[in-house]
C-alpha cells in the first residue's frame, strides 16, 4: 500500500539538482486537459451516463433484451442511443484535444537555463525546482521563482500580474541585497543557497520563507517572489532560482482539477426528462392495471384461442409484464434527440461568437475564441457583474464630455437621441 505524505516544508538549493531530486518535487510540465487516450473512454462515458436520458435507455436497452417483455427489436434502441454517445464523445474529444494543444504550446515555450556554467535555452517543461533561469523583458515566468537579480537599481523589477489577479498595473518585486549584485554567470554558478519555505499552496499574496548562504540567514517574503503566469515588464532581464515547478505553482494551485460542468440548460433537461418518465410510468401504471383487469374479467374466455404460458400463470403477473412492455413500446416519449440537437446548437454558437465581428480587436489582431462548446449558453444568461472598479470594465479608457471651469461651460451636450443641445441658465 502506497502512502502520500503531505510536504511539510520545502528544501531547495541553488545549482544541485542532484540534492533536489532527493526530494521528488514535480517537474515544470503542466497538464490541464480530462483524458488521455486510456480514459477517454471510460471518464466520458460515466460524465454521459449522469443525463438521465442516456441511463433510462441503457436500461431500456436491457428491458429490451428479456423477450417475454419485449415487442421491440433491441437494435431500434442501441442505435439512437449509440448515435448520441459518439457525437458528444466526438464534441468532448475536440474540447479536450484543444486542452492539451494549449499544454503543449506552453510546455514548449523556450527559457534561459543556468546549466554547467552557461545559459542555454530549455522548454519550460524541463525546467527543475532549484534551477537559475533568466528572464528578459516581456517574456512569462516559466515557475514560481525568487529573484536573485536585476538589470534594474538595487534588484529591481517590475511584473504584470494579470494573468494571476486581473491587474493590469505593474507590481515592483525587489531581490535581497546580498544577492543583487550576482549579476555575472560565473557568480550565479557559485551561488549554493539553501531555501526552506512553506509547502506548495494557492496563496496568491503569501510566500514565507527563509534563504540560508554563507553561514547567514535572510528572510524571505512574497515581494522576493515572481510567479508563474507573470510578465516582465520594463526590465531588461533578471535572474531567479525556481522555487516551485509545474502543478506546484501557485497559478497551477488555484486552477484546480477540471470538472464536468453542467449548464442550466442541462439541468432543466435532466429535471424535464425525469417529470416526463415519471410521466411514463404513470401510464405504463395505468395500463397495466387495464390489463389485469381485463385478463381477470374476460382475458380467460379466449383462452382456448390464445392459450397463456409458463410466464402468464395469473393475471397480475401478466400485469406485471405488460407495464414493461408499454415502458418499451412507449419510450419514443423520452426526446433522446433532444440532447443531439442541444449539442449541435452549441457547436453552431461557438462558430458564431468565432466570427462575431463585434468582438474582434483591430489594435492587436484578437478575434474572440470560444474555447468549450460545453458552456456557451450561459453566456446570453449573465443577470450581474460585480467589479471592484470602473477601470476593469473601461480598461482606464476615459473619453472628454464636457466640464465646468469658473463657470464656463466647456464641452457640447447631446440628448438620447445624439441630437446636440444648447447649453442655458
Not at 334 to 343: F, W
Not at 396 to 424: A, H, L, P, R
Request: with cysteine; aromatic share 12%; proline share 2%.
Amino acid at each position: 500500500m502506497w502512502f502520500v505524505i503531505a510536504e511539510k516544508e520545502r528544501r531547495v538549493k541553488a545549482n544541485s539538482r542532484e540534492y533536489n531530486e532527493k526530494f521528488s518535487y514535480a517537474n515544470n510540465h503542466i497538464k490541464t486537459s480530462k483524458y488521455n487516450i486510456f480514459t477517454f473512454l471510460p471518464i466520458n462515458l460515466f460524465e454521459q451516463f449522469q443525463r438521465v436520458a442516456n441511463a433510462y435507455f441503457v436500461v431500456l436497452l436491457i428491458l429490451q433484451l428479456i423477450p417475454e417483455i419485449s415487442s421491440l427489436s433491441w437494435f431500434t434502441t442501441i442505435v439512437p442511443l449509440v448515435l448520441v454517445l459518439v457525437i458528444t464523445a466526438v464534441k468532448d474529444a475536440t474540447d479536450d484535444y484543444f486542452r492539451h494543444k494549449s499544454d503543449q504550446q506552453v510546455n514548449n515555450r523556450q527559457s534561459q537555463v543556468l546549466i554547467k556554467g552557461s545559459l542555454q535555452k530549455e522548454k519550460w517543461m524541463n525546467v527543475r525546482v532549484g534551477d537559475i533561469i533568466k528572464l528578459e523583458n516581456n517574456q512569462f515566468v516559466a515557475a514560481d521563482i525568487l529573484l536573485l537579480c536585476s538589470s534594474e537599481p538595487y534588484g529591481l523589477c517590475y511584473i504584470e500580474t494579470a494573468e494571476l489577479d486581473g491587474e493590469t498595473n505593474l507590481k515592483v518585486r525587489q531581490a535581497l541585497s546580498v544577492t543583487s549584485d550576482l549579476e555575472d554567470v560565473s557568480k550565479l554558478m557559485d551561488f549554493d543557497g539553501e531555501v526552506i519555505c512553506e509547502p506548495p499552496n494557492n496563496k496568491l499574496d503569501k510566500f514565507t520563507g527563509t534563504l540560508y548562504w554563507k553561514n547567514n540567514k535572510y528572510s524571505l517574503d512574497n515581494d522576493k517572489m515572481l510567479l508563474r503566469g507573470c510578465v516582465l515588464k520594463n526590465t531588461e532581464w533578471c535572474f531567479g532560482m525556481v522555487i516551485f515547478a509545474g502543478l506546484q505553482t501557485k497559478l497551477m494551485q488555484n486552477c484546480g482539477r477540471t470538472k464536468f460542468k453542467r449548464t442550466s440548460i442541462d439541468k432543466l433537461m435532466n429535471t424535464l426528462v425525469l417529470w416526463i418518465f415519471a410521466f411514463l410510468i404513470c401510464m405504463g401504471v395505468i395500463l397495466a392495471i387495464g390489463n389485469t383487469i381485463f385478463e381477470t374479467c374476460t382475458g380467460r374466455k379466449f383462452e382456448l384461442f390464445l392459450p397463456w404460458d409458463e410466464f402468464q400463470s395469473s393475471a397480475v403477473f401478466s400485469g406485471f409484464l405488460t407495464f414493461w412492455s408499454y415502458i418499451i413500446i412507449l419510450n419514443t416519449v423520452v426526446p433522446i434527440s433532444l440532447y443531439v440537437s442541444v449539442e449541435v446548437l452549441r457547436l453552431g454558437h461557438s462558430f458564431f461568437i468565432n466570427w462575431d465581428r463585434k468582438m474582434y480587436y483591430n489594435q492587436t489582431n484578437t478575434s474572440a475564441e470560444a474555447r468549450t462548446t460545453t458552456l456557451n449558453e450561459e453566456l446570453g444568461q449573465v443577470e450581474f457583474i460585480f467589479s471592484d472598479k470602473t477601470g476593469t470594465l473601461t480598461q482606464n479608457i476615459m473619453v472628454f464630455s464636457k466640464c465646468s471651469i469658473n463657470g464656463q461651460t466647456y464641452g457640447d451636450v447631446y440628448d438620447e437621441f445624439n441630437q446636440k443641445v444648447e447649453i442655458t441658465e
